[in-house]
T-cell receptor, first 112, second 114 residues
Framework: RKEVEQDPGPFNVPEGATVAFNCTYS??????FFWYRQDCRKEPKLLMS???SGNEDGRFTAQLNRASQYISLLIRDSKLSDSATYLC?????????????FGTGTRLKVLA | DAGITQSPRHKVTETGTPVTLRCHQT?????MYWYRQDPGHGLRLIHY???????DKGEVSDGYSVSRSKTEDFLLTLESATSSQTSVYFC?????????????FGPGTRLLVL
């Protein structure tokens, strides 16, 4: 089992739609959680950190469920510019080392 | 965004030749990382550094070595490149401050080993 798992998609949605991605992680000792966005042939860029209480940034809402070990990202009112791959990232101490573990990403295509 | 540059941005080389990739940061971040990204695998950690001259192996370190002689520079060397090392290589930095742990990525280096 991968340490961080995501549905690879692609998710094809019309402009204006609401879309949600989930990510599960296996290490219950994980401490911090993030969503990154990666455009084609570009570097990953931090979209938002994910806090236990949930957090919102404009059209984006992230939730963390520690009991079930999953993280979600909700995008409302999708824009063409939201088309990208969304990476779920988890970190925490493993064998004394602070590590970031990346999911393989969920691809989103927003269609006109 | 953190000021992270990578050089070269693209490189084509032949099997058996040595290759060095450079990562340079201007943010004085403590931690630096080298990843490779391949289809179906996501980002995989090659090596990381937690300070000048302090480095450690990641999950795919075989065939790679690193050096960090200054805070701002982290070098990745492929001693004898193989076709399996064809990939996109990303450098990342992390300030390492409690409560502010997150990573910032450089633009990447596309390496093709023929």
């Amino acid at each position: 089992r991968k340490e961080v798992e995501q549905d690879p998609g692609p998710f094809n949605v019309p402009e204006g739609a609401t879309v949600a991605f989930n990510c599960t992680y296996s290490n219950s000792a994980s401490q911090s959680f993030f969503w990154y966005r990666q455009d084609c042939r570009k570097e990953p860029k931090l979209l938002m950190s994910v806090y236990s209480s949930g957090n919102e940034d404009g059209r984006f809402t992230a939730q963390l469920n520690r009991a079930s070990q999953y993280i979600s990202l909700l995008i409302r009112d999708s824009k063409l510019s939201d088309s990208a791959t969304y990476l779920c990232v988890v970190n925490g101490r493993t064998s004394g080392t602070y590590k970031y573990i990346f999911g393989t990403g969920t691809r989103l295509k927003v269609l006109a | 965004d953190a000021g992270i540059t990578q050089s070269p941005r693209h490189k084509v080389t032949e099997t058996g030749t040595p290759v060095t990739l450079r990562c340079h940061q201007t943010e004085n971040h403590r931690y630096m990382y080298w990843y490779r990204q391949d289809p179906g695998h996501g980002l995989r950690l090659i090596h990381y550094s937690y300070g000048v001259k302090d480095t450690d192996k990641g999950e795919v370190s075989d065939g790679y070595s690193v050096s960090r002689s200054k805070t701002e520079d982290f070098l990745l060397t492929l001693e004898s490149a193989t076709s399996s090392q064809t990939s996109v290589y990303f450098c990342a930095t992390d300030p390492g401050l409690a409560g502010q742990r997150t990573q910032y990525f450089g633009p990447g280096t596309r390496l093709l080993v023929l």
